[in-house]
C-alpha cells in the first residue's frame, strides 16, 4: 500500500456517523454487560436497571460536552484535539493515549467472546461438530484475529466501502434484537419457568439488598455501554458539514442506544428470574440471547443468536476507525511518528494508523484467551474512558480561558453558564464513578497485580508520559513552536 499527504477526506455524513457510534456502543454493552455484571459486581441482584439510569447521567453530559467541542474544532483524533486545544497538551496526550490502548485492548476482548456466539447459532441449527470446533484454542484465536484484520482492511477502503459495510449490519442488528425485546414482554417468569426448570425456584425470590458501593461500582461498570458516542468526533476530520453532523450524531447515538438499551434489558429481565441470570452468570459466560432463546422456535432462536453475533461484530469496524484516528492526530502534530499520519493513496484513510491499531487489538485477543476472563480488559477501558471523559467536561469548562478563539467556534450549548454547569455537572459524576471503580479493582481478590485493571492502566500513562515527553523535546530542538501548535486546529 502507497501513501501520499496527511491529508483525509471528508465522505462520512449523518447516518455513517450515527451508525459508527450506535456500533460502537451495542454489542457486548447490550448483550453480555448487563447479564454478566452478576459475576463482576456480586450482590447488584435486581438493581442492575437503576444502575443503568444512573451511570447514563454522567453519559449525557459528556454527550453534551463531546457535542460542544466536536463542533469547535472537527478534526480527526477528536478527545485528544479537544483537550489539547482546550486544556493542556500533555493531558490531551496521555489521556487520549490511555483510551486508544484501553479501546483497542477492548476491540480484542469483543472479537474474542464473538466466537461463543458463532458456537450457539451452530448448537441452535444442531451443528454439533461446528460448535465443538469454536472451543478449541486456535480456532477460537484464529477467528477473533481473522475478523479484527478483516475490519482493518475495510477501513482502509474506507468511506462507502465502511458505510455499506456498517449500516446494513446495524439495521439487521436492531431488526433482530426487537425479537428479543418482544420476547421478553410477551413472555413472564412463570412462562420460563415451563420450559426452563431450574429457575422456578428463583421466581419471586429474595429483592436484595440495596448496598450504595455495589450500585456505584456496576453503574460505573454500566457507564461503558455509552462509550460509543466518542468515535464519532474520532472522525471529525472525515465529516461531512462537521460542525453540524458531528453534534447532532452524538445527541442521536446516544439516544437512540439508551433507550433501546433500556428496553432490552428491562425485557429480558421481565421474562427471566435476577436470582437465575446471577447464579448462570457465576459458573459460564451468559448472553441475553442464549438466555431468551428457551422461549422461541428455533428459527427465531437461531436468529436471536444471530443477531447478537452481528451486534459484537458491528463493534469492531466502528471502534477501529475511533482508535486509529487518534493515532492519526498524534502523529499529524508530531507527538508519535510523522509516518503514521502518512494516508492511503488511493483511499485517504490512515492505514498505517490502523495497522497498529490492529496490532494493539491482535494483543487483546491473546490477553483474553491467557486471562481467562474477559473483565480485565473492559475494566481496563472503563477506567481509560472515565478519565477521557472526565477531561472533556473539564475542557468544556477551561477553554473559554485557554483558548478563548477556539470558545468562541463552539455553535452547540453557547450558553457560558450552561457550559459550566454541564462541565462542572460531568467531572464531579465521574470522579466519583471513578473513584468507585478504582476502589473495586484495588480491592478484588485477584491472582497477581497484572490481573488489576488501575495499575496496567497507569503503567500505560507512564508509557504515555515518556512518549510525550521525548517528542516534545525533539520538537522543540527542531524549533517548533509548541504554544502555537496547541492552538491552533491541524490543517484541512
Not at 426 to 432: D, E, K, P, S
Amino acid at each position: 500500500m502507497s501513501e501520499t499527504s496527511t491529508r483525509l477526506s471528508r465522505k462520512i455524513g449523518l447516518l455513517s456517523l450515527t451508525a459508527t457510534g450506535i456500533c460502537s456502543m451495542l454489542g457486548a454493552s447490550i448483550n453480555v454487560v448487563p447479564f454478566m455484571m452478576h459475576r463482576s459486581v456480586p450482590g447488584i441482584g435486581p438493581y442492575v436497571l437503576p444502575a443503568f439510569l444512573f451511570a447514563m447521567l454522567p453519559a449525557l453530559l459528556a454527550a453534551f460536552a463531546y457535542g460542544s467541542l466536536a463542533s469547535a474544532m472537527p478534526r480527526a483524533g477528536g478527545s485528544y484535539i479537544y483537550a489539547s486545544r482546550g486544556l493542556n497538551p500533555y493531558l490531551g496526550f496521555i489521556a487520549s493515549f490511555s483510551q486508544w490502548f484501553g479501546l483497542s485492548i477492548v476491540i480484542g476482548v469483543i472479537a474474542y467472546i464473538i466466537v461463543p456466539f458463532i458456537r450457539d447459532v451452530f448448537i441452535g441449527l444442531a451443528w454439533t461438530q461446528a460448535a465443538n470446533l469454536m472451543e478449541v484454542a486456535v480456532v477460537r484465536i484464529g477467528i477473533a484475529l481473522g475478523l479484527i484484520w478483516l475490519f482493518v482492511y475495510i477501513n482502509i477502503k474506507g468511506g462507502k466501502f465502511y458505510e455499506r459495510t456498517v449500516v446494513p449490519l446495524m439495521f439487521i442488528m436492531f431488526a433482530l434484537g426487537v425479537v428479543v425485546v418482544v420476547t421478553g414482554f410477551l413472555f413472564d417468569q412463570e412462562a420460563y419457568g415451563v420450559v426452563v426448570p431450574e429457575s422456578v425456584s428463583f421466581i419471586n425470590g429474595a429483592k436484595g439488598d440495596f448496598d450504595p458501593l455495589v450500585f456505584l461500582s456496576a453503574a460505573a461498570i454500566l457507564f461503558s455501554s455509552f462509550i460509543g458516542f466518542d468515535a464519532i468526533a474520532q472522525a471529525g476530520g472525515e465529516a461531512k458539514r462537521p460542525t453540524k453532523t458531528l453534534p447532532k450524531a452524538i445527541l442521536l447515538a446516544i439516544f437512540i442506544v439508551g433507550s433501546f438499551y433500556f428496553l432490552y434489558t428491562i425485557a429480558v429481565y421481565h421474562a427471566i428470574p435476577w436470582g437465575y441470570v446471577a447464579k448462570q452468570a457465576q459458573f459460564k459466560d451468559i448472553t441475553a440471547p442464549g438466555l431468551i432463546s428457551p422461549l422461541l422456535p428455533i428459527g427465531l432462536s437461531v436468529a436471536i443468536l444471530f443477531g447478537a453475533a452481528i451486534a459484537l461484530i458491528n463493534d469492531l469496524p466502528a471502534m477501529l476507525l475511533s482508535v486509529s484516528r487518534l493515532v492519526f492526530a498524534w502523529a499529524d502534530d508530531g507527538i508519535f511518528p510523522s509516518k503514521i499520519a502518512s494516508t492511503h493513496q488511493k483511499y485517504k484513510t490512515p492505514h498505517r494508523a490502523l495497522y497498529l491499531s490492529g496490532a494493539i487489538a491482535s494483543i487483546g485477543v491473546l490477553g483474553s484467551h491467557f486471562a481467562g476472563d474477559f473483565f480485565l480488559g473492559i475494566d481496563i477501558m472503563v477506567t481509560s474512558m472515565m478519565v477521557n471523559f472526565l477531561l472533556m467536561c473539564l475542557t468544556l469548562v477551561t477553554i473559554t480561558k485557554v483558548n478563548p478563539t477556539l470558545a468562541q467556534e463552539i455553535k452547540m450549548v453557547r450558553s457560558l453558564g450552561m457550559q459550566q454547569i454541564i462541565g462542572f455537572g460531568g467531572v464531579l459524576l465521574l470522579m466519583l464513578f471513578l473513584t468507585v471503580h478504582t476502589a473495586k479493582d484495588l480491592n478484588a481478590d485477584v491472582e497477581a497485580w497484572y490481573f488489576r485493571s488501575t495499575p496496567v492502566w497507569l503503567i500505560v500513562m507512564g508509557i504515555g508520559s515518556a512518549i510525550y515527553y521525548f517528542k516534545t523535546r525533539a520538537l522543540k530542538r527542531s524549533g517548533k513552536d509548541l504554544k502555537a501548535l496547541f492552538t491552533k486546529l491541524p490543517k484541512e
